[in-house]
Structure formats: structure tokens, C-alpha cells
């Protein structure tokens, strides 16, 4: 079968030195779904930007249907039959699923916008590919699954042929990601193109014809699907055997670390999001939350980290009171926490590596003595850290804006996981992590509970919550909607149920997540 995309010799070296792409090779077939796996800073992301017109390759080429092109920008490569589904979704909450469909082609009657040939529009492409969504509803107001459909929707209607999609799955439940798979399979068989970026290598065997591992901007290879095991995959990936299911013995909990009762939260519009929430983590325990996203679990770990005011309800560490304290006041106590957020509240991003690693440390001993920093123990710390979390930079003077997104997700949790911490709350800790970053992350969790640390895991990957979490609290319209004391025999089948709201336990059930 002939190539519809080829990408040659793609090359791409930044200002700064480092190289991206270093004469990578792609091609995807006409109605396939190809995968692109790598490790963080392999060269994935660069080389989709190129794809899609936000980035220009230094050398190299870019062919579809055996014509060169020129994608100068998003508009070009849109153009061009290319559609992109980015992981942060592009979407206006304020307007209409139909609004947001045909920004950048809006129809109009006469010198006014045709709103009624803007919903036909999305109708149309809906019922052609089997996707159930209201186009009068406002972006606000779905869900994330839904807002994930709206965004391949606004592709299609542009004309899409190539889609790419940038970790599609991140924030799905089970069932929506099946429902997802079976609408990608149907555009498969219309004739479209699919490139599926994804650390999740059970989906790309589930979903995928063929796959192209990037290891250190250079291709490695490419694979038939059904010819390899994930094992095979991370090999590829990252040069060695990778655990993809960390082992881990029975915890032995001791005393309660962060207790929260019947916590009450309102949002910026006064709108109650968490409620009557009571549970606790101990000494030597992992305690896992999941949810779709929405459900309150933002609030609650905001609350929890000093980010939040709540008021009603308490939530204390160590048997203080958080609400009275600041967020320096809460680590000098013991928190830890490696946020959702990694570039808003994660890292100072024109600030170094060692910089940032430090930042919650610089004013200890180890460090330094009266007003003075010690810069030869910084360097030697922040190198062997930069060593043992595997950061992919050029030294430790370079600032994190310069790393890829994988690797300051990298240096957020090298700098949470060596902090003076009793209690690590880690919000999404491997999102975006490459397998092999992801396997010493989850380790290292692991050894940290057995060496009596407290941890609040807050996950989407709920292959991830399910293997370290020693219980597990599920989410729901701000409440908690389960509780499971072991998760032994829990599948994500039936924990989907539960995040969805189709199954509910009862209050008495939910007790036990309170250790008094």
C-alpha cells in the first residue's frame, strides 16, 4: 500500500543547541491509524508541530499524495487536508458546539453570521460519522469526552484527511475511550489518516495498524501493531526492559497523616463543588482519587495544598489546621506536591533547572549558611538529581522553558519527591511521561510509602491509580460516589461505572475511607 503522508529526513535544531529531530523518518498510509511513541524530548511533539505548520523543519521534506508542501502555519497545513487535536483542547467555553466548529469558515447570509447553516454543518458531519453531540450546547457545559469529539469534529468539517491526535485518552473513563476507539475505527474505514501520540502502549495496541518509535530524535523504527507486545514497544523506547506494572507488597498504615472532614468548597461563582467530603491517608499508605475530570477533585486538592480558601469542614496535616496556614507555613510542616499544572504553579519557566529545583530548599542548611548560598552544593545535588529523574537537557543552567514538556514534568518531581516531605500529594505525576520516566516515578512512590510516607495520588491513568493505590476514592458531582479499601479485584470496567455516576454506593459503604 502507498504512502498518502511521507516526512524525509526531517531536521530540526533550536536556537539554543539542542536538536529535536535529527533526519527523522514518517510515512503513514491512507486509511490507517498510525501510532508515535517515544520518550519525553525524543522528538515527538517537534515533529507534529512541523506536521502541522506551528513549527519549520531546518532540512527535509514533507510529501502528501506525492506533492511536496510548504507548511508555513496552521492555516496551511489545515489547508492541506491536516487536522490537529492538541491534549489542552482549543475550544471556546462561552460559545456553541456549532460556534466552535466553524471558527475560521463561518457561513454567512447576506453580511450576517448564518447560524442555522452553522448547525446544519455539524449536524451533517456528525451523522456522517456517527458522532452524538447537541450543537446548540454551550462548550461549558460537556463533558470531556464530548469536548474531545467536538475538537475531531472541527477537523473534519475543515476537510481533514490527516488527523493527528496528541494524547487523546489523557483524561477519559474506560467507557468513553471505547466509544472513542469505535468512532476512530469508523473514520479509519472512511478513508482518513489517524496519528495517535500516546504513552499508553495497551491503547496503541488496541487501536493501531502500525507504530514509529522516536528514540533521542532519531527513528528507531516502525512496527507492525499486531506483530509486537508493549513490552517490545518500551524496549524500542527506551533502550531497556521497562516494568510496566510496579510491584508492590500490602502497605502496613500507621497513623493518620492528612485527615479532611465533611470539607464544604465553593468556586469563584459561589457554586458548592466539594461536598461533605471525609476521608484520610496514613503513614505507609498510597490513597488513590479518581474521577472524570469536573467533579470537584481541582477544588478539593487546592484546599488541601494551601491553593484554595474552603469554608466549611476541616482539613488538617499532622493535626493542624491547613486553612490557617500558607503554603510556606505547609511545607515547613511536610507537604509535597507535584501539580496538575506543571507550568502555572509547577516551575518558574525563565528560571534554571537548578533553580528550580532547589526553590523550596535554597533556605535550608544544606544549602547554604547566614545569607549566603552554597553554589558548588547546589551544583553537585541538582546534577545528581538531573542524573537520577533522567532530564533531558544540556546542563543544568538551562532554564526549564527550553526542556520539553516530559522533562519539566521531570524537575517538578525531583524537586517534590527530595523535599522534606510526610505528606506528597501528586496530582497526574506521569501525564505526558514517557514510559521509562513513568516506571521510575512509580517506583520511587512506591519505596517512598514503604519508607512511611503519606500520598495522595490523584490519576487519569487509571491502569496507574489501580496498580499503586493501596485504597481507592472515586469522585463524583463533588461527592465521594466509592470507596474501595482494596482494589485487588477491582477492573477499570467497573470503575468507570462509578466515575460516571451509573453506580453509586451508599454512605454506609463509604465510611470506612474516615480512619478515626
Keep these: 500500500m502507498e504512502n498518502y503522508l511521507v516526512m524525509k529526513n526531517i531536521t530540526k ?246 485527615t479532611v472532614k465533611d470539607l464544604g468548597v465553593y468556586n469563584a461563582i459561589g457554586k458548592k463543588v466539594v461536598k461533605n467530603i471525609s476521608f484520610s491517608v496514613r503513614e505507609g499508605e498510597i490513597v488513590g482519587i479518581a474521577g472524570v475530570e469536573g467533579n470537584g477533585q481541582r477544588e478539593l486538592i487546592d484546599s488541601i495544598t494551601g491553593l484554595h480558601v474552603y469554608s466549611e469542614g476541616s482539613i488538617d496535616i499532622l493535626g493542624q489546621e491547613v486553612g490557617k496556614k500558607n503554603i510556606k507555613s505547609l511545607r515547613e510542616l511536610g507537604l509535597a506536591h507535584v501539580p496538575e499544572d506543571r507550568m502555572t504553579i509547577g516551575v518558574a519557566g525563565a528560571l534554571s533547572i537548578r533553580e528550580n529545583m532547589v526553590a523550596d530548599k535554597i533556605d535550608s542548611s544544606e544549602f547554604g549558611k547566614s545569607f549566603l548560598t552554597d553554589e558548588v552544593a547546589i551544583k553537585e545535588k541538582t546534577d545528581e538529581w538531573i542524573d537520577e529523574y533522567n532530564v533531558i537537557c544540556k546542563s543544568g543552567e538551562q532554564s526549564v522553558n527550553a526542556l520539553s514538556g516530559g522533562n519539566i514534568q521531570k524537575v517538578v518531581v525531583a524537586r517534590e519527591f527530595t523535599s522534606y516531605n510526610k505528606l506528597i500529594v501528586c496530582d497526574q505525576p506521569t501525564r505526558g511521561i514517557d514510559v521509562g520516566a513513568s516506571e521510575f516515578i512509580r517506583k520511587r512512590m512506591v519505596e517512598m510509602r514503604d519508607e512511611g510516607k503519606a500520598i495522595l495520588l490523584i490519576s487519569a491513568d487509571l491502569g496507574e491509580i489501580m496498580n499503586l493505590s493501596d485504597s481507592l476514592i472515586v469522585m463524583y458531582s463533588g461527592e465521594i460516589g466509592a470507596y474501595f479499601p482494596d482494589v485487588t479485584n477491582l477492573s477499570e470496567e467497573e470503575l468507570g461505572y462509578y466515575m460516571l455516576g451509573v453506580k453509586k454506593m451508599t454512605p454506609e459503604q463509604i465510611g470506612g475511607a474516615l480512619h478515626e
Excluded at 17 to 30: H, T
Excluded at 93 to 107: D, K, Q
Excluded at 135 to 150: C, E, H, S, W
Design 13 to 258: 535544531v533550536y536556537d539554543n543547541g539542542i536538536i529535536a529531530n535529527d533526519k527523522v523518518n514518517f510515512s503513514a498510509r491512507k486509511g490507517e491509524i498510525h501510532a508515535i511513541c517515544g520518550e519525553n524530548g525524543a522528538g515527538k511533539t517537534t515533529l507534529m508541530k512541523m506536521l502541522f505548520g506551528i513549527e519549520q523543519p531546518d532540512e527535509g521534506v514533507i510529501i502528501i499524495k506525492d506533492n511536496e508542501v510548504r507548511l508555513t502555519s496552521p492555516t496551511k497545513a489545515i489547508d492541506a487536508g491536516i487536522g490537529m487535536v492538541h491534549q489542552h483542547f482549543m475550544l471556546v467555553p462561552s460559545l456553541t458546539v456549532a460556534e466552535n466548529v466553524i471558527l475560521g469558515i463561518e457561513p454567512t447570509k447576506g453580511l450576517k453570521f448564518d447560524m442555522d447553516k452553522a448547525i446544519k454543518m455539524t449536524l451533517d458531519c456528525c451523522e456522517q460519522y456517527g458522532f452524538k453531540i447537541n450543537p446548540k450546547a454551550k462548550i461549558q457545559n460537556l463533558t470531556v469526552g464530548v469536548k474531545q469529539k467536538v475538537e475531531i469534529v472541527k477537523a473534519l468539517v475543515k476537510g481533514c484527511e490527516i488527523l493527528i491526535l496528541d494524547e487523546p485518552t489523557a483524561v477519559l473513563t474506560p467507557q468513553e475511550t471505547t466509544e472513542l476507539f469505535e468512532q476512530l475505527k469508523q473514520l479509519k474505514e472512511n478513508g482518513r489518516t489517524i496519528i495517535f501520540i500516546s504513552h499508553k502502549l495497551n491503547e496503541v495496541k488496541e487501536l493501531c495498524d502500525r507504530v514509529t518509535v522516536i528514540r533521542k530524535g532519531r527513528t528507531v523504527g516502525v512496527y507492525n501493531v499486531a506483530e509486537v507486545t508493549e513490552e517490545d514497544i518500551s524496549r524500542a523506547m527506551v533502550g531497556v526492559d521497562v516494568e510496566l506494572v510496579i510491584p508492590k507488597t500490602k502497605a502496613q498504615p500507621k497513623e493518620n497523616v492528612l
